[in-house]
């Protein structure tokens, strides 16, 4: 072996030594397992499994434009063309207990109208466990009953409060008989400062409402009470729906507690008030909704009061393409006592996902 050969051999063991100690010295950390996003069909589609937990998340929402021509609430509008935009977002979460789903759901609207700032509302925000809800949505006066027809202006003639806190037991017999009640908080929602001039200052007393249903086969039959603890008057609703395959059709009716006054489960909308006490002594709702194909269905709405308000809708409902809606309607409002009427048009676009 000649001198050359020594040093190379040696320049080589002494590379392979370092080699080796500088791997000792730097230690490569293991690949973290990658977690993919697992599907929670327990509680309907578009649940996901939020990672880490054993929460189920559906995440949803709408963009909607439409343009409105007058205002069928209101004989003394004459605003013309409006055009409106609004994108909302629907979050829900539900998680498996002993008592059953606990389960949230919240709703935001953003709406902007022709000349306006972009307004936010927190339209619902509710949380429901075993039957129970707490929080805030629409008054079971108007939920449980499934408000009225399947149409833009469908309260016109006005069915029942909106929006606000309440604390509510739903009962499912799961024989077709269900029944609900509901505290609902008095100072939130339409008519909240009493319909009738009322000082509700000091109030602290709860609204409540009650109600009962049965449904077998095409057949439902509900009926609900809600009573005004400002007012100290309330009103009922029954409703009647039928579904005989071709179509669908619906007839309801209201008598308020003292038809001279208005509460907030017997009140107005927009020029109701105008003959000064909203339904009268009663109301009556009715309507029918036509399947013509897949795409397309066509629906109407009648109402009419003791008061002699007249409201009648009908639209078309229009889908091209899944979860994109194009929805034109037309309204007439008479109102006999004020001698005044009023025509109305809107057509919609929605996108919902």
């Known amino acids: 072996m000649n001198i050359k050969s020594l040093l190379l051999g040696s320049a080589a063991a002494l590379a392979v030594v370092s080699g080796a100690h500088a791997a000792d010295a730097v230690v490569a950390a293991e690949p973290e397992p990658l977690e993919y996003v697992r599907i929670c069909d327990a509680y309907g589609a578009g649940y996901f499994f939020i990672p880490g937990t054993e929460t189920c998340l559906k995440i949803g929402g709408k ?6 021509w007058y205002d069928a609430y209101n004989p003394n509008s004459r605003l013309g063309t409006l055009w409106h935009t609004r994108a909302e977002l629907n979050v829900n979460t539900a998680t498996d207990t002993e008592y059953g789903p606990l389960k949230t759901e919240t709703i935001i609207r953003w709406d902007w109208n022709d000349g306006n700032a972009t307004k936010t509302n927190l339209l619902w925000a509710y949380i429901s466990l075993g039957g129970f809800t707490v929080g805030k949505t629409d008054s079971q006066f108007n939920v449980f009953t499934g408000y009225a027809g399947d149409v833009i202006n469908d309260d016109v003639v006005y069915d029942g409060p909106y929006e606000l806190n309440q604390i509510t037991y739903n009962y499912d017999a799961g024989n077709g008989f269900t029944a609900v009640i509901s505290v609902e908080d008095s100072n939130s929602g339409t008519g909240a400062t009493g319909s009738n001039g009322e000082d509700s200052s000091d109030h602290y007393a709860p609204d409540v409402v009650a109600g009962a249903g049965f449904k077998s086969g095409a057949w439902g039959f509900k009926v609900v009470g809600g009573y005004d603890s400002i007012v100290e008057e309330g009103a009922i609703k029954a409703r009647v729906d039928a579904d005989f395959g071709v179509f669908s059709a619906f007839l309801m009716g209201g ?34 909704s036509v399947p013509i194909n897949e795409k397309l269905k066509w629906n109407f709405q009648v109402a009419y009061t003791d008061s002699k308000i007249f409201a009648a809708t009908t639209n078309l409902k229009f889908n091209p393409v899944k979860n994109l809606l194009i929805e034109p309607e037309v309204s007439y409002t008479n109102w006999d006592s004020i001698n005044e009427d009023q025509w109305a048009g809107i057509l919609r676009f929605e996108r919902s996902f």
């Open 255 to 288: 008598w308020n507690t003292d038809g001279d006054k208005l509460n907030k489960y017997a009140g107005s909308n927009g020029a109701g008030d105008a003959s000064g006490i909203g339904w009268g002594d009663w109301a009556l709702w009715g309507g029918a």
């Open 63 to 68: 963009v909607r434009t439409e343009g409105q």
